[in-house]
C-alpha cells in the first residue's frame, strides 16, 4: 500500500539489498523514488514500475498486459535487461495476435489444441484496445526492430515455401 511504502522500506535490512536490483510497482511514483534513493544502499540499482492493471485484471496472470517503468539508478544494464524482457515479450505477442485475427479464423469442429491456442491468443489480444497495442509498440524501445524482424521471418517462410522442391505429392501441389 502507498500509505505504509515508506515504514516497509525503512523496515529492511538494507545490509542483504547490496548490489541488487529493487523494483516498487506502487500506482505513484514520486513518493517510492524519493523513498528509495534515501534509503537503499547506494549499491542498489532502482527501478520504479507501474503496471497499468490492478489485482481485478492481473489475477489470472501479467501476460499481455502494459507495463511502464522509470530506471531511476541502473548500473547493472545487462540484469535491468533481463528484467524488461519478460514485460517487452507482450508487443510480439499482441502482434502475432492482430495480425491472426486480420486472417479472420474460426472455429471448426476437428480444431487441435495449437489452434485453440491461436484462437485464444485472437480473443485475447483482439479484446484490448486499439490504444493499448499502441501503447505496447510506442513504449517498448525494441518494438520498431521486432515489427521489421516480424516482417522480415513472414517473408523469408514466404519464399522458402515459394522456392520448396520437396517430394510433395501431386494431390498436394498446385
Not at 510497482?25 to 540499482?45: E, F, G, H, T, W
Not at 489475477?59 to 524482457?85: I, M, N, S, T
Request: glycine share 4%; hydrophobic share 45%; proline share 5%.
Amino acid at each position: 500500500m502507498i500509505i505504509s511504502f515508506e515504514h516497509v522500506l525503512s523496515a529492511l535490512p538494507t545490509q542483504l539489498l547490496e548490489g541488487l536490483l529493487v523494483v516498487d510497482v506502487l500506482s505513484v511514483k514520486l513518493l517510492p523514488k524519493a523513498a528509495m534513493l534515501r534509503a537503499l544502499p547506494a549499491s542498489c540499482d532502482i527501478v520504479c514500475s507501474h503496471p497499468m492493471f490492478g489485482p481485478e485484471s492481473g489475477k489470472h496472470g501479467w501476460r499481455d498486459l502494459p507495463f511502464v517503468y522509470d530506471a531511476v539508478r541502473v548500473r547493472d544494464r545487462h540484469r535491468f535487461c533481463r528484467f524488461l524482457a519478460l514485460w517487452e515479450e507482450q508487443f510480439v505477442t499482441h502482434l502475432t495476435g492482430r495480425v491472426l485475427g486480420k486472417l479472420a479464423l474460426r472455429s471448426t469442429p476437428i480444431n487441435t489444441r495449437g489452434f485453440e491456442s491461436l484462437l485464444a491468443l485472437i480473443d485475447s489480444t483482439s479484446a484490448d484496445s486499439f490504444d493499448l497495442f499502441y501503447a505496447l509498440y510506442a513504449h517498448n524501445p525494441n518494438s520498431t526492430e521486432q515489427l521489421t524482424m516480424y516482417a522480415q521471418a513472414l517473408e523469408s517462410l514466404r519464399a522458402e515455401l515459394l522456392a520448396f522442391k520437396g517430394d510433395v505429392p501431386a494431390a498436394v501441389t498446385r
